[in-house]
């Protein structure tokens, strides 16, 4: 198995500010990228802005400013936001940034004497909120949008088209021979359903009508399209055709690096279609998958600006803490399906996960040590009876569990089996009875071996959920009496090697949430953005 491992998220488009949506993909993305760096991957985490476009230019106009100030403003939200939920990314791209603005350049000259691109005009349906044209029947008699819904306009202009008939079937034999290259595998059928099937038609990759883009040199008047520009980040921010190329010869040109595109199902087919002939057309690898995550969804339907219906993320974070909202999105909805957001469910997730299960464990168990032998976990003598043979084979078959299922990206199921592995230990506790064993001399060992089991099962926990719980697993640790060098993946998965460690008791991991009280706090700040929108 490959040792390197890359991953991104889309590039942003920065038309307003972000919302929880946003932080969904990118905290899933955090997660992959902090699970692999803790197991010893060489990782590469990526992010950014999509900057271009009439969109941005139409609403620079409106405010007043210059798209660039436009576009500067709005960045600082999302890098602002990132703060706030942790995010360890190692790169932030910025499709005006002029180190992407060359390779963008470098790469249409190369199409264009490959005769890759051709330049033609373009009749059709436009929306410009989702940077698209349709065809006639795909907007349907009442001129709308597919994918958002809204008015499309007819616009008629001159461009270049990339030949996307000339890959069809390389594309085609590539995902025969790669059946994973887009998880969930129905949205791969969807693309081939919808789009290759009828006639997949060449793409539009310069615009006229507008001059918010990468300027072509050898056309003057056509700017680069949105699609052509954006799906580039994710070499041009490696260092392709570039004087410093280290990066894109370490991850993208090994062929060994697992290269992970985490993407929302309303931009599959350009990641799943597109950009895979883009990469053929340029002789380069393919990405080993795009996973395309499914939507926050909430009562009245996907969470998005123009209905009002976004939650902001800061106050949510400085209310319950990064931890629990970043629990929340990676446990509550399950990666690659929709998912609700209900205030019900964020605040019962929180109280039975993390306040009953994590957060009882570790009081008790450091409760319990510091009761029965002074604070000092007791060393781990070998499993004494079946109640701790069962709980230490939990414990080993949670590790392989974990790294199977991170490794497939099945990320809510691995987090949901260190979970699992928590609720044993609580269960272990009553059948194990300490309190009982504490009363009876004889029994010193077995009291000493189920603590140091509870100890050693709670460090494997914290470890294993530490990509999620970025604070709150220091707490842990702290508890455990755990000094920063020890704090590592192969002494956690190791087992029963915490003998000697003083605990020292802190404050409840997770407080219990009074249920009412919360619900409502949520509810009125869902309720804000919709006064904002109505305004």
């Not at 446990?331 to 205030?343: A, K, W």
């Not at 019962?348 to 032998?373: C, H, P, Q, W």
Request: charged residues 25%.
């Amino acid at each position: 198995m490959s040792k390197k491992f890359y991953v991104t998220t889309p590039i942003y488009y920065p038309s307003a500010s972000p919302h929880l949506g946003h932080a969904y993909c990118t905290t899933l993305a955090d997660v992959l990228a902090r699970g692999k760096r803790m197991r010893g991957f060489d990782t590469y985490f990526l992010t950014g802005l999509d900057e271009h476009g009439e969109k941005i230019q139409d609403n620079a106009k409106a405010k007043g400013v210059t798209p660039k100030e436009f576009v500067d403003e709005v960045a600082v939200k999302f890098t602002d936001l990132w703060k706030i939920m942790g995010i360890s990314y190692d790169h932030f791209i910025r499709t005006t940034d002029d180190y992407h603005v060359e390779t963008v350049k470098k790469i249409f000259s190369r199409f264009l004497k490959q005769d890759d691109v051709y330049l033609s005009s373009y009749t059709g349906w436009y929306c410009v909120h989702e940077e698209s044209y349709w065809t006639e029947t795909q907007v349907g008699p009442e001129h709308l949008c597919p994918e958002c819904g809204r008015p499309v306009e007819k616009k008629e202009e001159p461009a270049y088209f990339f030949r996307c008939g000339k890959f069809v079937d390389r594309l085609l034999k590539f995902y025969d021979e790669h059946p994973d290259f887009v998880i969930p595998e129905g949205r791969k059928t969807e693309m081939i359903n919808n789009f290759i099937k009828p006639g997949l038609t060449d793409l539009c990759v310069t615009r006229t009508t507008f001059d918010w883009g990468i300027p072509v040199e050898e056309a003057p008047g056509h700017v680069i399209y949105v699609w052509l520009d954006a799906l580039t980040n994710y070499i041009s921010a490696l260092g392709y055709l570039q004087q410093n190329d280290a990066l894109f010869k370490n991850f993208w040109e090994d062929p060994d690096t697992e290269i992970v595109h985490v993407i929302g199902a309303d931009i599959n087919r350009f990641h799943t279609i597109y950009w895979p002939m883009f990469l053929m057309a340029l002789s380069l690898r393919e990405p080993s998958h795009v996973f395309v995550h499914g939507l926050m969804m909430m009562k009245d339907g996907k969470m998005s600006k123009s209905k009002g219906n976004v939650i902001p993320v800061p106050p949510l974070v400085d209310h319950f803490g990064v931890d629990a909202i970043r629990y929340y999105l990676t446990r509550e909805i399950i990666f690659g399906q929709d998912g609700e957001f209900t205030p019900e469910q964020f605040v019962e997730r929180l109280n039975v996960d993390l306040a009953n299960n994590l957060g009882n464990l570790l009081n008790r168990t450091v409760s319990m040590i510091e009761k029965y032998f002074g604070g000092e976990i007791p060393a781990y003598e070998g499993d004494l009876n079946d109640l701790d043979k069962n709980l230490y084979e939990a414990a080993r078959e949670t590790v392989k569990n974990y790294e199977t299922l991170s490794d497939s990206l099945k990320v809510t199921e691995a987090y949901a089996a260190v979970m699992d592995l928590v609720s044993k230990a609580n269960k272990y506790i009553e059948e194990s009875a300490p309190w009982a064993l504490a009363k009876d001399p004889d029994k010193k060992p077995l009291l000493a071996s189920c603590m140091a089991h509870l100890a050693s099962v709670l460090f494997l926990a914290g470890e294993l959920l530490s990509p999620i719980l970025i604070t709150k697993s220091k707490e842990l640790f702290d508890q455990l009496g755990l000094d920063e060098d020890e704090r590592t993946y192969e002494k956690a998965v190791s087992l029963c090697s915490l003998g000697g460690h003083h605990v020292v008791k802190g404050s409840p991991l997770f407080p219990r949430l009074d249920a009412a009280k919360e619900i409502e706090f949520i509810k009125a700040l869902m309720a804000a953005p919709k006064e904002k929108a109505a305004a």
